[in-house]
């Protein structure tokens, strides 16, 4: 089982960027794949959102400065085949001091890796901070596909350029020659407006590939969820944002061919 690593990046804040990751995560798990959620924004909203509460000590800034190992920060959540590595307000710090380190751009990378290699997970996303900075840089070094999530307003399309051509840079600095634009996720949509629609077009139009079919409704039900420490699903399951984050968890699987773990072997008939 080979993990892909998915992070959920973009210079912008209040997009929707924890909401997806929270929920696609949740419904990936669902679908029976591991998957491992780290939270790399100092805010920790990730960690709050799926219920967990924070801890002094338990995020990534250790292991990013040669302190303990990623696999010790991994905990557990109330959901079946989900883990997460947490945030603390640490982490802010990492943002500086990684500036300071070697190969800074590869730390979380390096971090990662025997946890990728230890295939427990099929799915590992990270959440990123509203910042280009040094984590979020860190994660693009460090992901198969990067994930975007776009709000459905006026300009939505302008910041998508920034990170673009971020993407291009690691690239070009071979940082990550794998890493592509794995899908653009447009959020917050709203029906009763024309300009989500037009939105939404106008990404189609220049991404017609990346953009997913599957569009995230605006539900207050979504910006509920993450004070009661709850996934979509847990809060509210028939809610139309449950369902569309299900549908985008459907159109992830098939479109990076992620399959679900192989069924236990049946017990051989007598
Ligand atoms: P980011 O991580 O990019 O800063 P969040 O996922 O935290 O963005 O979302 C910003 C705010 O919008 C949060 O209060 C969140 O609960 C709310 N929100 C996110 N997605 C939706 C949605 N589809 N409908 C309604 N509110 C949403
Ligand atoms: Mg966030």
């Not at 959920?8 to 995560?25: D, E, M, P, S, Y």
Request: charged share 20%; hydrophobic share 45%; aromatic share 4%.
């Amino acid at each position: 089982m080979a993990t892909t690593v998915f992070t959920i990046a973009n210079q912008k804040g209040g997009v929707g960027k924890t909401t997806t990751a929270v929920n696609l995560a949740a419904a990936l798990a669902e679908k029976k794949l591991p998957t491992l959620l780290v939270d790399l924004d100092p805010q920790a909203n990730a960690t709050s959102s799926i219920g967990v509460e924070k801890t002094a000590g338990k995020s990534l800034y250790g292991p990013l400065h040669n302190e303990g190992t990623a696999a010790e920060m991994i905990t557990g959540t109330a959901y079946e085949n989900l883990s997460l590595i947490p945030a603390e307000e640490d982490l802010a710090a990492a943002e500086m001091e990684l500036a300071q380190s070697e190969n800074y751009l590869l730390r979380l990378r390096g971090v990662l890796e025997p946890v990728r290699a230890s295939d427990r997970y099929r799915v590992i996303i990270i959440d990123c901070p509203p910042a280009l900075g040094m984590l979020s840089m860190n994660s693009l070094a460090a992901a198969n596909h990067l994930l975007i999530a776009l709000q459905c307003e006026y300009m939505a399309l302008e910041g998508l350029g920034q990170i673009l051509r971020n993407v291009d840079r690691l690239k070009a600095a071979h940082i990550n020659d794998n890493l592509d634009l794995g899908g653009v996720v447009m959020t917050m949509f709203d029906m009763r407006t024309n300009l989500s629609r037009q939105v939404v077009d106008e990404v189609k139009k220049h991404l017609p590939d990346k953009i997913f079919k599957t569009v995230i409704p605006r539900t207050v039900r979504l910006s509920e969820a993450p004070s009661f420490g709850k996934t979509i699903f847990a809060y509210d399951n028939a809610n139309p944002g449950a369902t569309a984050y299900r549908q985008l968890a459907k159109e992830v699987i098939d479109r990076f061919n992620l399959k679900a773990a192989p069924a236990p072997a049946a017990a051989s008939a007598a």
